[in-house]
């Protein structure tokens, strides 16, 4: 595998030149639950339309109660979770130009719950989950580019299910 990358650097210097990597950090609301989320990390664009990104995530999900009816309610815990993620995009009309680009991967992690007078025990869960989303990237010059996307996060959350949708804008800067 090592030589074929030597190859390919070497033998077609065009693959080489087009090959970059990327900082990124990015923020944002999220749906439903009431919450923000943020992102931060590494990306390496190995060929125009395709990116391998890696990053932390953090995102917390407010406590809610509402109102079921006449005399009940039903409380929403919320809390933090930060997770490693790792995504792979695909910009189908490349990243020189203003286009949309879709996204799956997965992350792991912990959750933290919040603590309350109705939740008064701390508690700490691991977390597992896929993701898949879209977004659309703006080029802002030849390093600079501007995205925003929208995410579902479904997975495990010390044994229930977990989803998260966050809408994130962020900058990369490509080197």
Do not use: C, K
């Amino acid at each position: 595998m090592p030589g074929l990358l030597v190859f390919l650097l070497v033998g077609y210097p065009s693959a080489a030149h087009a090959q970059s990597f990327a900082v990124h950090a990015s923020a944002g609301p999220t749906l439903i639950d009431s919450g923000y989320s943020l992102a931060a990390g590494v990306g390496f664009f190995p060929d125009s339309p395709l990116a391998i990104l890696v990053g932390v995530e953090r995102t917390h999900l407010s406590t809610e109660t509402s109102a079921e009816g006449r005399d009940s309610f039903s409380t929403f815990r919320g809390g933090t979770l930060t997770l490693a993620a790792a995504e792979l995009r695909v910009a189908p009309f490349g990243r020189d130009r203003v286009g949309p680009y879709g996204l799956v991967g997965f992350a792991a992690g912990r959750s933290r719950p919040n603590v309350n007078a109705q939740f008064p025990e701390s508690v700490t869960n691991d977390v597992r989950a896929a993701l898949f989303g879209g977004g659309l990237y703006v080029p802002l010059g030849a390093r600079a580019s501007l995205f925003a996307d929208g995410r579902l996060m479904i997975g495990s959350e010390g044994g229930e299910l977990l989803a998260v949708a966050p809408i994130r804008i962020g900058l990369a800067w490509r080197f």
